[in-house]
């Protein structure tokens, strides 16, 4: 039996960068003790959540890669035999930036990189006016443990990006994530909104037969502007199997660890019993690639 043991890090963030990467630090040795061998970071995590605002000055929180964090985050891949995946803001050249994850190897050579393709420009989360869309496509990672489909956040709603990562021989969907409720939504509201995120990935796994890890930030982060109340990141990091299934779950208030077992060959067998790639209409799928079908 191929069984893997993947650490999620649901973490709350401060406005200190050292802070937060020695928190991460910290949380990476705990999983691997507990025997993570795939971990997997939130989205942006070195910092606040920057994009509640338009600010140029937060252009500075950006990096190349390689990089700094590359580095930091590499050696403890390789302090801890473990497959990591971070997500940094980089600094691909002056004035084009890209909300990237990076995937290390067990022994800290980087496998990999992903650059966010869908790109949201909502109220608190102005991602436009921040990052470039990706131009590295729905490409899987290589790494000693598979091939992972590394997607971030907001692609995390779209079926044709984990469709084409499946297409591509991925093993695992992974989303680092950031997404949270604005406080002046009712409860109902917050609950519709955290109970569609959630659905639309374990769908994701059903129609894939794949297994899913979202890992989400928590905790409020305040308006930098004043403008508004800010965001509650909803955490509830979660690990679904290739039917959806929930294998764990995080809260919504807290920071949180977590080492989950996914059988990997469970895939195999749900794929004969549902053979959605076999029955798909290839022949049929052209509209597809329009915006809208309005004739």
């Known amino acids: 039996m191929r069984k893997i043991k993947v650490g999620i890090i649901q973490q709350a963030n401060t406005s200190d960068l050292r802070t937060n990467l020695m928190n991460l630090a910290q949380s990476i040795e705990a999983c691997a003790k507990h025997g993570a061998q795939l971990i997997v970071l939130q989205e942006l995590h070195n910092t606040l959540y920057f994009c509640q605002t338009e600010d140029t000055q937060a252009f500075d929180l950006a990096e190349p890669i390689p990089g700094p964090s590359t580095g930091f985050f590499a050696e403890l891949a390789a302090a801890h035999k473990v497959v990591l995946v971070a997500s940094l803001f980089e600094k691909r050249a002056t004035g084009l930036y890209h909300n990237t994850a990076v995937v290390f190897d067990r022994e800290g050579s980087m496998a990999g990189k992903y650059r966010k393709m869908h790109i949201p420009d909502d109220p608190g989360f102005y991602e436009k006016f921040y990052f470039t869309p990706g131009d590295l496509g729905f490409e899987p990672v290589q790494t000693s443990l598979g091939k992972l489909g590394v997607l971030v956040c907001w692609d995390q709603w779209y079926p044709e990006a984990a469709r084409l990562m499946a297409l591509k021989g991925a093993e695992m969907l992974i989303y680092p994530t950031a997404i949270g409720w604005s406080l002046n939504d009712t ?28 890992v989400n930030r928590v905790g409020h982060e305040p308006d930098p502007s004043g403008q508004t109340e800010g965001i509650l990141f909803w955490g509830n990091s979660f690990v679904a199997g290739p039917q959806g299934e929930l294998l764990a779950q995080a809260g919504n208030d807290a920071p949180e660890n977590m080492v989950v077992e996914v059988d990997m060959e469970r895939s195999e067998n749900v794929r004969r019993w549902w053979p959605f790639l076999r029955d798909r209409r290839i022949d049929a799928y052209d509209g597809l690639t329009r915006r809208y079908l309005d004739d």
């Open 187 to 214: 409860k109902d509201e917050q609950m519709r909104q955290l109970g569609a995120w959630v659905t639309v990935q374990r769908a994701h796994a059903v129609a894939n037969g794949l297994p899913v890890v979202a």
